[in-house]
């Protein structure tokens, strides 16, 4: 009977999930419109066919308030998911957009102007 072997000290044994946060300003203060979720809706659509086809993680959800939405995504290298989705949400009509990227549990993040 085989017995499981603890790792060896210091191995990499699961690879930390990194994150990317991307940022739309839709202008406005309140709720964006309905017509505004549709494009987003539309993006989202885009970018979860983008990382799939890359293999580079995975839409995680969204959030909407005060004239902007921020989009969710994980994987397991944060430059290659941006990679994957940037051109994307740089044609997306808005007056800002930023990317902030999280490399895992050591809270180091960068932020990118999109």
Do not use: N
């Amino acid at each position: 009977m085989l017995e499981d072997q603890p790792a060896a000290e210091g191995a990499v044994t699961e690879q930390a999930e990194q994150a990317v946060r991307i940022g739309i300003d839709l202008g406005g203060r309140g709720m964006p419109t309905r017509e505004q979720v549709a494009a987003v809706r539309r993006l989202e659509r885009a970018i979860e066919a983008a990382v799939a086809l890359d293999e580079t993680g995975e839409l995680d959800g969204d959030e909407f308030g005060a004239g902007q939405v921020t989009l969710h995504l994980h994987g397991p290298d944060a430059d290659r998911l941006l990679g994957s989705v940037e051109q994307l949400v740089r044609r997306f009509p808005a007056a800002d957009r930023y990317a902030d990227l999280g490399y895992g549990d050591d809270e180091e993040e960068r932020r990118v102007q999109l």
